[in-house]
DNA sequence: GTCTATATGGAGATAGAC
DNA sequence: GTCTATCTCCATATAGAC
């Protein structure tokens, strides 16, 4: 790859962190793509330049974040224990809970609003969503329980981080993460 | 109260209805007046005798969500024990799983686009989860659970049917609603 | 590649006849 | 009370200079 596709793929990230980061907080349809230039620094026209439409930006971000996920979750295979890879998601929740409290979880908000919206798009949101569900369905297979078992627990503990999300931002109140983190803890102890 | 008050009054409570109806379905944001309207079969600029902004019209909604949410919890204090009441809840979330799987919970959906939107409206929104947390947390202390335990346990399950809702939607996938419903009563057994 | 200026369409809200 | 017609604003998207 040349130097310039290297910069120019480089500033491309750079917009679509800045559009994951407004969408996150307004979310995608009350964004304007004014708003998503502002955020990166650029002249709204310039956008275009980049992304033909509005649901190419969207796109994007999507694919950025299942890139991200696959990241770290190769990171987690530094941890032996599948017991400690999925406390190390949970965690995750954990330290994101004030940013959640307040604009909700990134994927799960994304995809209650583009499933709305019909179509592929709404589909497409969904690919994070499902890839932590697939992983987590994974780990539970790695602590020995069989197919069925593992697809039930993970469908709990994603449903559990989802809805805990949900009713963070409802409520403003970072602390009911803490208090469903403790107690999917106390739960995946007991299993 | 006159006859031609209640007659006003049942044609807001319809029109309340169809913008319920349509707004659930494609989310407020991208809802216009004009969905609202055709839904209620009534000229677009009508709907402005009854309510002066878009924003009336949601809280018009959320106030009779409200109202339909405590109409329904005195009905199940027939039930006499309080795991059956708790029971009665999760088989609202079976009962709806295919328009759920479609659309979302109305109640949560609303809640994650209205949160992003800032605002009293948000607040507003989180009103009639505030209430089923509130009540599905006296239901666990009618149990014998202390006020924290009782809390935590309501948070859970509320947490649950919030974040079953929103992955059914976004797999569009009504059996995912089932899955979970089954594994929250056993573990409701098992407390 | 980045910018300013603008075309185009659609949304909330209003006016005023009936 | 209900309607049609319209005002006004704003968002996406485009055009074209630099």
Redesign the pocket.
């Known amino acids: 790859m040349k130097p310039?596709?290297a910069?120019?793929q480089e500033?491309e990230l750079r917009l679509i962190d800045a559009a994951s980061r407004v969408i996150h907080k307004q979310g995608f349809v009350r964004?304007?793509?004014?708003?998503i230039?502002q955020e990166a620094?650029?002249?709204?026209?310039?956008?275009?330049?980049?992304f033909?439409?509005?649901?190419?930006i969207v796109r994007a971000i999507v694919a950025q974040r299942v890139r991200d996920l696959r990241e770290g979750m190769i990171d987690w295979e530094r941890l032996d224990r599948a017991a400690d890879r999925i406390d190390a998601l949970i965690q995750v929740w954990v330290n994101t809970r004030d940013v959640d409290a307040l604009y909700g979880c990134p994927i799960g908000s994304l995809c209650y609003e583009l499933a709305k919206q019909g179509g592929a798009l709404g589909a497409l949101a969904a690919e994070p969503l499902r890839l932590q569900l697939d992983w987590a369905k994974q780990q539970f297979c790695d602590m020995g329980y069989d197919e069925n078992a593992a697809g039930d627990l993970a469908l709990h503990l994603i449903t559990a981080l989802q809805g805990i999300s949900l009713l963070s931002n409802a409520f403003s109140d970072a602390e009911l993460i803490t208090r469903e983190a403790r107690h999917l803890r106390l739960w995946l102890q007991q299993l």
Chains 1, 2 share one sequence.
Do not use: E, F
């Open positions: 310039t596709q910069r120019a500033k964004t304007t793509l004014g708003d230039a620094g650029i002249a709204l026209g310039s956008l275009y330049y980049y033909k439409t509005k649901d190419d």
